[in-house]
């Protein structure tokens, strides 16, 4: 297997965004706010949500993202190797009854790169058990080019199929990580992406999942890079936001080892 960190700069709007979390922590911390209108649980879900697409949050960035770095890259890969499933990882941002979803906005930038709309689906889709079955054979046979779904949802054996593996977030949990790659590690030819946003909590949280995955059997107190109701650190401080940096680093691109 072979992993890539993108990192995306960050705009103006999500440094806005960390700064108003950082205080609304602090609030919380000091107990200046009622729980039932403001906790580090929302907090952190609204965390999330910033960094994987700040539209999430009925914010508008003034500049490309991280769907925008997952479209030009799921594409580039589809013009070279023509077939070959790639699978889009996102825990938020599904498809709603009304307003902007994560899900639509990369099928149309992809739509717009050259990708068939009908090679490009959602497990969301998915109404009965029949349909999912059917779907997942149109991913193993390459009818579907790109599957877009979240954690919770892949059998092992398809991401082991795939062609490249992109992680829009940090899923919460390394049982979550596992499903995630399922048997990819076993065969070796899969590409994992992973992007995150340059300075923000997703290179800790990335750092805490991979050694939590790492380790059998997993405790319930590593399992998961989130403690949003003890660690002090899933909000970044009040100054943490001047840390931030403008242009993004240069990505880190490294074989993974096999255990």
Request: with cysteine; charged share 20%; net charge positive.
């Amino acid at each position: 297997m072979y992993r890539q960190s993108v990192v995306v700069a960050p705009t103006r709007e999500y440094a806005a965004v960390v700064a108003d979390l950082s205080v609304r922590a602090q609030h919380v911390r000091a107990h200046r706010v009622d729980p039932r209108q403001d906790n580090l649980l929302r907090i952190f879900t609204d965390q999330r949500a910033a960094a994987l697409d700040l539209r999430l949050l009925g914010r508008t960035p003034s500049g490309p993202g991280k769907v925008d770095a997952v479209a030009a890259r799921i594409s580039a890969l589809h013009d070279t190797a023509g077939v070959g499933l790639q699978i889009v990882y996102a825990d938020l941002g599904a498809p709603t009854s009304t307003g902007w979803n994560l899900y639509d906005e990369l099928r149309d930038q992809l739509m717009t790169r050259g990708v068939p709309p009908a090679q490009i689906r959602y497990l969301h889709q998915v109404r009965n058990e029949a349909e999912r079955i059917a779907l997942l054979d149109d991913c193993r046979t390459g009818r579907v080019s790109v599957l877009i779904t979240n954690s919770r949802r892949m059998p092992a054996d398809i991401p082991a199929a795939a062609l490249a593996l992109h992680h829009l977030d940090c899923p919460v949990s390394a049982n979550d990580l596992r499903r995630r790659e399922g048997h990819a590690n076993a065969a070796g030819g899969v590409r994992v992406f992973r992007y995150i946003i340059a300075g923000s909590y997703e290179t800790r949280a990335w750092q805490t999942i991979d050694v939590a995955a790492a380790s059998r059997p997993v405790s319930s107190a590593a399992a998961s890079a989130f403690r949003p109701l003890t660690d002090v650190h899933a909000v970044a401080p009040p100054s943490a936001p001047a840390a931030i940096p403008g242009p993004a680093s240069t990505p880190r691109q490294h074989p993974e080892r096999h255990r």
